[in-house]
């Protein structure tokens, strides 16, 4: 579809919206800025966008008017696509786009993107590594914290685009066709939003929706969705499937086994990697390697440039992020394990007895299978935040009592240092998403770090 001269209604208006506000803009649509937040002020909106902005804000209410009107909306990521509103749009038949949608219409070059319940930030920030030195020209985006509306007009047919995409983008393509992605694993999140597991699933797979032949995409096959669902596209030879394993030998994929990440391929293996040259630990982190190293294998980047960056390698803020030692007690950050699968992979990778600091705004996740992981490494339980009852509820019915409530983040620090002794770690992994009290994960990290080191 060609946007210009057409009215575009933009649902939301956070960072994406302005991304998405802008490049319409750029190809002359004609622009409506939307919000459902009536108590927003106008004038702070149009201050993000470019000076002289030709673009209509209305927020509240939308009327039969503006709708009539209307000959595509491009929805923010935060928009759920079964509001009332937006299914009113639909039976209008009026196209509903995501960002990413416009910004794959827009943009030019490859695209590399991932999905997956976790590890799609650190995977997305190593690719975009591997990839940076490689190729000359490299833009990573997505929920990783560029809007891919924001560069879409600075590439071209030579960029790689490395995008993280969350299931909310991944309800709204239409004709995004990556030409590597990756699902790096499917747990129970955002039911929320997506109502049943059955749906989040399918939306999560969608992300090979227009791959072909010529594509490849990369799978967890330790994930039984995943492995079912790569087993399903290789019989309809719908797209090329490269597995990875953290627990088996593979004839053919890459998997880890005693310590070394291995390349398997016609009936031969070659050594990637030894986790000890990595600077990220986990499980959790060398699947996020081998998720990587496969795309960028696939993307046809030579095994020694992978293997150089992957060595160099830092990880990402927020998630198992090292603060400081204070009297002895360690504290790490690891904000970004919104949901009990992330927190999960937290605990698991301390290796001292761990105060740990949970709860949040509550996406309707249940927490026996995280409490069940303390085994044994969690002296205390420090819980913030909107499901703070309910996850010590559960604690206590799995037979965890040494639970501490805190009325915020900073009164949970200094519960922490009180109850700390040497030698003791102190971890923020929530389990839960930050919106019950912070604008974000990232604010609820850094804020975290500010208590710690004023301790």
């Known amino acids: 579809m060609d946007v ?10 956070g960072k994406s919206g302005i991304g998405a506000a802008g490049l319409l803009l750029h190809e002359q649509a004609k622009v409506i800025l939307y919000d459902g937040n009536a108590k927003q002020d106008p004038e702070e909106i149009r201050r993000k966008l470019n000076a002289g902005a030709d673009v209509e804000i209305i927020l509240g209410e939308l009327s039969d008017e503006v709708l009539d009107r209307l ?44 999905t997956g319940t976790n590890g799609k930030t650190t995977t997305t920030s190593l690719l975009g590594e591997i990839m940076k030195a490689y ?14 509306t924001s560069v879409a007009l600075d590439t071209t047919e030579d960029t790689v685009t490395v995008a993280e995409i969350s299931s909310f983008q991944l309800e709204t393509i239409e004709k995004f066709h990556p030409k590597a992605s990756a699902i790096t694993n499917i747990t129970e999140d955002h039911l929320n939003r997506h109502h049943t597991m059955e749906e989040y699933i399918r939306v999560k797979e969608r992300i090979t929706e227009n791959q072909t032949m010529e594509d490849v995409c990369v799978l967890n096959y330790e994930d039984e969705v995943l492995r079912a669902f790569g087993e399903k596209l290789i019989a309809e030879q719908k797209v090329q499937v490269l597995f990875f394993s953290s627990l088996r ?37 060398y ?8 795309m960028a294998y696939c993307a046809g980047v030579p095994m020694d440039v992978i293997r150089k ?24 950050n690891d904000s970004k394990g919104t949901n009990p699968d992330a927190a999960i992979k ?110």
């Open 287 to 294: 699947e996020n390697v081998m998720t990587a190293v496969g």
């Open 4 to 13: 210009k001269g057409k009215y575009v209604l933009v649902f939301g208006a």
């Open 309 to 332: 960056a992957v060595c160099a390698f830092q990880g990402v803020e927020h998630r198992i992020e090292y603060v400081c030692e204070k009297n002895g007690v360690v504290y790490y």
């Open 135 to 148: 190729r000359e020209d490299v833009q990573v985006v997505g929920n990783i914290g560029t809007a891919y």
């Open 346 to 455: 937290g605990i698991q990778a301390m290796n001292r007895p761990t105060l740990l600091i949970g709860g949040g705004f509550d996406k309707q996740s249940t927490y026996e299978s995280w409490i069940r992981a303390f085994d044994g490494k969690v002296k205390y339980l420090v819980l913030i935040g909107e499901t703070r009852e309910k996850i010590a509820e559960t604690a206590r019915r799995e037979g965890f009592h040494e639970i501490l409530m805190a009325e915020n983040l900073e009164e949970a620090v200094k519960i922490c240092a009180d109850k700390a002794e040497p030698g003791d770690a102190v971890l923020l992994s929530p389990a839960c998403a930050s919106w019950d009290q912070f604008d974000s994960y990232e604010q609820r990290g850094d804020l975290f770090k500010e208590y710690v080191r004023a301790l």
């Open 249 to 285: 030998a593979l004839q053919d994929g890459i998997y880890c086994q005693d310590g070394t990440i291995w390349l398997a391929e016609n009936g031969e293996r070659e050594p990637i990697v030894h986790t000890d040259e990595l600077k990220i630990l986990g499980q959790h982190n």
């Open 71 to 114: 000959e595509l909306v491009v929805l923010s990521p935060g928009v759920p696509a079964d509001l009332p509103v937006v299914l009113k749009m639909k039976e209008k038949e009026i196209p509903v786009w995501g960002e990413v949608e416009l910004a794959y219409r827009v943009g030019k070059g490859e695209v590399l993107a991932i």
